[in-house]
């Protein structure tokens, strides 16, 4: 702390130490999400058509042109490749090859706007109920106005999540052809591969923090608001590890029971297909529960560093001069 500054502490209500460990930050995200449950419904409510008529579009899209180019390669294996028959099945069969590009390409372009726009909402939303303020519908909507900084920042994470996915793959890679069934190198290997996979689950944190920095933050975005969280994230590196690590475990749970039960279901496409859009609205909610989560790491971790901070238990941690004393407030009621 500065000379000259102290760290007040005011309580409106019931006093109660900050969160410190995972299960208070999933507390206190639940607590969260419980106080600004309205808005976070509606958010809810409003993307799930979009996120339904993406799914359905591109599943009615890819999948006849799917079924007609195995349908065309099989033929093929039939023909002689010097046939005029041949060409044509190729000729048709590469026409649908760019269909489905071009459509898988356009549904992840707009999934891609959705998430972003979920994340916007839900992190704004979260973040103003730590503040003890009600966001309205057009609250968020003027709050959209500021989506260079989120896309920047968005962009940025894309390029370097793709990027060390690449990069950690390669090595694998290389190192499972160089190795010639050495059980030494490919020991070696799997170590290496563990020790990308927990920096992976560390830069995931960092990444997560800079997306909540650049909404709740307007003046940082893009790789300012990833150096941003990253300095806050100091000192509380092994919480957000855990966090992160407890929806990871969280994420494949639901997946492998996914799997388990969708494996139960009649064999019909309808019941497929429901049970799909089940499983996407079901993935929305995780999602915004995550995202919640880690506002609420994001106070952590600016009350670890001295900054203003507003928890749940009607607690305000901020920094002010000692020359100019200040009455705080603002605190969850």
Same mark, same amino acid.
């Given at each position: 702390?500065a000379?000259?500054e102290?760290i007040?502490?005011?309580?409106q &209500?019931?006093r109660q130490?900050?969160?410190?460990?995972v299960?208070q930050i999933?507390?206190?995200a639940?607590k969260?999400?419980?106080? %600004?449950?309205?808005?976070?419904?509606?958010?809810?409510?409003?993307?799930l /058509?979009?996120?339904?008529?993406?799914?359905?579009?591109n599943y009615l899209?890819i999948?006849?042109?799917?079924l007609?180019?195995?349908?065309?390669?099989?033929?093929?294996?039939?023909?002689d490749?010097? %046939?005029? $028959?041949?060409?044509?099945l190729l000729?048709?069969?590469? $026409?649908d090859?760019?269909?489905?590009t =071009?459509?898988?390409v356009?549904?992840?372009l707009?999934s891609n /706007?959705?998430?972003?726009l979920?994340v916007?909402a839900?992190v704004?939303?979260?973040a103003m109920a730590g503040? =003890?303020i009600q966001?309205?519908?057009?609250d /968020?909507?003027s709050?959209?106005?500021t989506?260079?900084?989120p896309?920047?920042t968005? /962009?940025?994470?894309?390029?370097? =999540? %793709?990027?060390?996915t690449?990069?950690?793959?390669?090595?694998i890679?290389?190192?499972?052809?160089?190795?010639h069934?050495s059980?030494a190198?490919l020991?070696?290997?799997?170590?290496i591969a563990?020790l990308?996979?927990?920096?992976?689950?560390y830069?995931?944190?960092?990444?997560?923090e800079?997306?909540?920095?650049s909404?709740?933050?307007?003046?940082f975005y893009g790789l300012?608001?990833l150096?941003?969280?990253? $300095?806050?994230?100091?000192?509380?590196?092994i919480?957000?590890f855990?966090v992160?690590?407890?929806?990871?475990?969280?994420g494949?749970i639901?997946?492998g029971?996914y799997?388990?039960v969708?494996?139960?279901?009649?064999?019909?496409e309808n019941?497929r297909?429901?049970?799909?859009?089940?499983?996407l609205?079901?993935?929305m909610?995780?999602i915004?529960?995550?995202l919640a989560?880690y506002?609420?790491?994001?106070y952590?971790?600016?009350k %670890?560093?001295?900054e203003?901070?507003?928890? &749940?238990?009607?607690l305000?941690?901020?920094r002010?001069?000692?020359?100019?004393?200040?009455t705080l407030g603002?605190?969850?009621?």
């Amino acid at each position: 702390m500065a000379k000259g500054e102290e760290i007040l502490l005011v309580s409106q &209500g019931h006093r109660q130490p900050p969160p410190s460990t995972v299960l208070q930050i999933l507390h206190e995200a639940a607590k969260l999400t419980g106080r %600004s449950w309205k808005p976070l419904l509606s958010i809810f409510l409003i993307l799930l /058509l979009p996120y339904s008529f993406v799914f359905l579009g591109n599943y009615l899209t890819i999948t006849p042109l799917v079924l007609d180019m195995a349908k065309k390669l099989f033929m093929m294996s039939s023909k002689d490749p010097r %046939s005029p $028959e041949f060409r044509e099945l190729l000729a048709a069969a590469v $026409e649908d090859l760019r269909g489905i590009t =071009g459509a898988e390409v356009a549904s992840m372009l707009v999934s891609n /706007l959705l998430s972003l726009l979920l994340v916007m909402a839900t992190v704004y939303t979260v973040a103003m109920a730590g503040r =003890g303020i009600q966001v309205s519908l057009k609250d /968020l909507l003027s709050r959209m106005r500021t989506w260079k900084g989120p896309v920047a920042t968005w /962009l940025y994470i894309h390029l370097l =999540g %793709s990027g060390y996915t690449t990069a950690w793959f390669i090595l694998i890679g290389v190192s499972a052809f160089l190795s010639h069934g050495s059980v030494a190198v490919l020991a070696v290997s799997a170590v290496i591969a563990i020790l990308a996979f927990l920096l992976l689950v560390y830069l995931q944190v960092v990444w997560n923090e800079g997306l909540v920095v650049s909404v709740v933050e307007g003046d940082f975005y893009g790789l300012a608001a990833l150096g941003r969280a990253s $300095e806050l994230i100091q000192g509380r590196r092994i919480l957000g590890f855990r966090v992160n690590l407890i929806f990871m475990l969280m994420g494949v749970i639901w997946g492998g029971a996914y799997s388990f039960v969708n494996n139960l279901l009649p064999p019909s496409e309808n019941m497929r297909l429901a049970s799909q859009l089940i499983f996407l609205y079901a993935n929305m909610l995780l999602i915004m529960f995550m995202l919640a989560a880690y506002v609420v790491l994001y106070y952590e971790c600016k009350k %670890s560093h001295g900054e203003e901070l507003v928890t &749940g238990g009607g607690l305000v941690y901020t920094r002010v001069p000692t020359a100019a004393p200040a009455t705080l407030g603002g605190a969850l009621p």
